[in-house]
């Protein structure tokens, strides 16, 4: 059974950073992407940095160019997300997603492998 763990979520300030950590009980490579999303109360699952598990390219939603970054470590298989500068409007919980949908696409329905989540409060 797959098992994606989140962590690292918490509290800040406008202007903080904040580094989620996605760990896999399996090797990160037998999914082709993994990534991010978010959700706020009443919203869709939004994409935020899904990245190519083959290559480490990663795709970022327009909003957190720039000031979000996503990596992996096969040996660990885990999936960093480094958000800095983080804005009030960030504020979600955070979903670690895996699959293999092509071209690493934003569409939340095609990740069929989810963690519970953590949440990323962020206060002006």
């Known amino acids: 059974q797959v098992q994606l763990v989140e962590s690292g979520g918490d509290s800040v300030q406008a202007g903080g950073s904040l580094r989620l950590v996605c760990e896999s009980n399996r090797p990160i490579v037998k999914y082709g992407c993994m990534g991010w999303f978010r959700q706020t109360p009443g919203k869709e699952h939004e994409g935020v940095a899904i990245l190519f598990t083959s290559s480490g390219r990663g795709n970022y939603a327009d909003s957190v160019k720039g000031r979000f970054a996503i990596s992996k470590d096969n040996a660990k298989d885990a999936v960093y997300l480094e958000m800095n500068n983080l804005l009030p409007e960030d504020t979600a919980m955070y979903f670690c997603?895996?699959?293999?949908?092509?071209?690493?696409?934003?569409?939340?329905?095609?990740?069929?492998?989810w963690g519970r989540g953590t949440q990323v409060t962020v206060s002006s």
């Open positions: 997603a895996a699959g293999s949908p092509w071209g690493c696409a934003p569409n939340p329905r095609s990740y069929p492998y």
